[in-house]
């Protein structure tokens, strides 16, 4: 399985950006994902996922200002982002498989892609 990242960039604070990721290869298993990030010197974060059921969970710092979504006929994940603020930069990676009902992160990670929101 590969993911695909894309939408990363620049924008200026107060800002939107949505990152997008695609499955491709053998994603009949694939049904959950989500979205990390890590920024410089800071341990990687769960900034949203969504399961099995449709059930989402957010970082507490992007609540009210991100949103997931995902189409699971496409195997894709994507994170629309308001009102960005500076620290929100980060490589943000995707991460998606199968929900085994054991947490919030899944078998396959994407490339990381670069959302860096100036002041």
């Known amino acids: 399985v590969q993911l695909q990242a894309s939408g990363g960039g620049l924008v200026q604070a107060g800002g939107s950006l949505a990152l997008s990721c695609a499955a491709s290869?053998?994603?009949?298993?694939?049904?959950?994902g989500g979205w990390y990030r890590q920024a410089p010197g800071k341990r990687r974060e769960l900034v949203a996922a969504?399961?099995?059921?449709?059930?989402?969970k957010y970082a507490d710092s992007v609540k009210g200002r991100f949103t997931i979504s995902r189409d699971n006929a496409k195997k894709t994940v994507h994170l629309q982002m308001n009102s960005l603020k500076p620290e929100d930069t980060a490589v943000y990676y995707c991460?998606?498989?199968?929900?085994?009902?054991?947490?919030?992160?899944?078998?396959?990670w994407g490339q990381g892609t670069l959302v860096t929101v100036s002041s």
């Open positions: 991460n998606q498989g199968p929900d085994y009902g054991m947490g919030w992160e899944y078998d396959y």
């Open positions: 969504v399961n099995l059921n449709g059930n989402t």
């Open positions: 290869g053998n994603t009949y298993s694939i049904n959950a």
